[in-house]
């Protein structure tokens, strides 16, 4: 078990421009949660996964977000035309669908958009 | 809806004194409550976690909380505080079924004197 995984660990990139992140989840479990923390806050859900499908997304996930797990396995959350507004960690956590479950957080993906 | 109120945004203890850290949470039912632990650049690492039973929940690093159902409260102790204890701490409160997703305070920054 190597934890949950996230790649890359900071991203700047210039506003306008596409970035895409990438989270590897502890293998047995079937569900993934991204999380948006910004400076001084907590983190905020922003979606999560069952398996492939996406079963709930927060407002604050724009038309900008867009976040896939087509294998069940990975996850990516793609950001397009990005704004100085999405500075932020994107945290992506884990954990199993039954039971009293806990979510094993990555150690985040740090984004500065300039 | 769900939420959780750290009134403490920064606490400053000595080396080696007690600690308590606020938490107040609203919901409508029992919750799950989390506490979640973030050194700086990091992610979160959960603490300790009450789901039912006993009141008074031990976690990792020596710390333990207690839930108060009649104060909805959920606060983290420590009788003796180390340095390497600095950093981000995050109450959470999580669904009983359902998506399982948490919504966290804003957070108590602890800072150690030496």
């Known amino acids: 078990d190597t934890g949950v995984s996230q790649d890359p660990r900071h991203k700047i990139t210039k506003r306008g421009q596409n970035v895409t992140f990438r989270c590897d989840p502890i293998?047995?479990?079937?569900?993934l949660y991204w999380y948006r923390q910004t400076l001084g806050q907590g983190p905020e859900f922003l979606t999560y996964?069952?398996?492939?499908?996406?079963?709930?997304k927060s407002r604050l996930l724009s038309d900008r977000f867009s976040a896939e797990r087509p294998k069940g396995s990975f996850s990516t959350l793609e950001i397009q035309r990005t704004e100085q507004g999405d500075s932020a960690m994107y945290l992506c956590a884990s954990s199993w669908s039954s039971g009293a479950n806990v979510l094993t957080f990555g150690a985040g993906s740090r984004l500065t958009v300039l | 809806a769900q939420s959780v109120t750290q009134p403490d945004i920064h606490i400053t203890v000595s080396e080696g004194a007690s600690l308590e850290l606020r938490c107040n949470y609203s919901y409508g039912a029992t919750p799950y409550l989390f506490w979640y632990v973030q050194s700086p650049g990091q992610g979160l690492q959960l603490l300790l976690k009450?789901?039912?039973?006993?009141?008074l929940v031990q976690g990792i690093k020596g710390f333990e909380a207690e839930f108060k159902r009649s104060q909805s409260s959920f606060n983290l102790r420590k009788p003796s505080v180390h340095w390497s204890d600095a950093a981000e701490y995050f109450c959470a409160v999580g669904e009983i079924g359902g998506a399982q997703k948490l919504v966290f305070g804003q957070g108590t920054r602890l800072t150690i004197n030496p």
């Open positions: 996964f069952q398996n492939e499908a996406q079963l709930e």
């Open positions: 293998s047995e479990h079937n569900r």
């Open positions: 009450y789901f039912s039973g006993d009141t």
